[in-house]
């Protein structure tokens, strides 16, 4: 992979081994996310067909806080209650770690090897501007946290069989041919 945007040098693109990390690391949260999606509606039994409609507008905290209320009572499993509520702290530090770095600008680093990620955060009634450089190393070490949290997620949703809960939930009307 070349330094190239669109066939032209580009000086501000950062490393190919950053850029890819950084796709690695959306790419996972979005099945993180799908994830939840399913188990949010196998474990409540909403059809797909309304059920995304549902789960597409609600934020990642309240997607949270619907898994916390599954753990809590439409969990028959004791043990894999407790894993779910277990696992949602992790979920939410994943969600800092992504938020950290997919919709942040990212450029070369003047610091060989790295990378630079720029965002502007408000503190206060101020915006201040952050850079932070990040090695591919770094990004590595994210994007696998995040995926092992994906697989351990993933495998937890099967346990729960909340995709068949999801498939077999009664379809609405409109679906029904």
Do not use: C
């Amino acid at each position: 992979m070349s330094d190239t945007f669109f066939g032209t040098a580009n000086p501000l693109l950062p490393p190919p081994r950053h850029l890819s990390q950084i796709g690695k690391i959306a790419a996972t949260w979005s099945q993180i996310e799908s994830t939840m999606e399913v188990m949010i509606l196998g474990l409540y039994e909403i059809d797909l067909g309304r059920g995304l409609v549902f789960t597409a507008n609600l934020s990642f905290q309240s997607r949270i806080t619907m898994l916390h209320m599954l753990a809590d009572g439409a969990i028959p499993d004791k043990a894999l209650a407790k894993e779910l509520r277990e696992m949602l702290p992790r979920l939410e530090k994943a969600s800092g770690e992504r938020n950290d770095i997919v919709p942040a600008v990212w450029t070369k680093s003047e610091k060989s090897g790295h990378a630079k990620r720029l965002q502007v955060r408000v503190k206060g009634h101020k915006l201040k501007p952050t850079e932070i450089d990040y090695s591919a190393e770094d990004l590595i070490a994210i994007a696998e946290r995040q995926y092992d949290l994906s697989v351990a997620l993933a495998d937890l949703s099967r346990r729960l069989g909340a995709l068949d809960k999801l498939l077999s939930a009664p379809r609405h009307s409109s679906q029904r041919k």
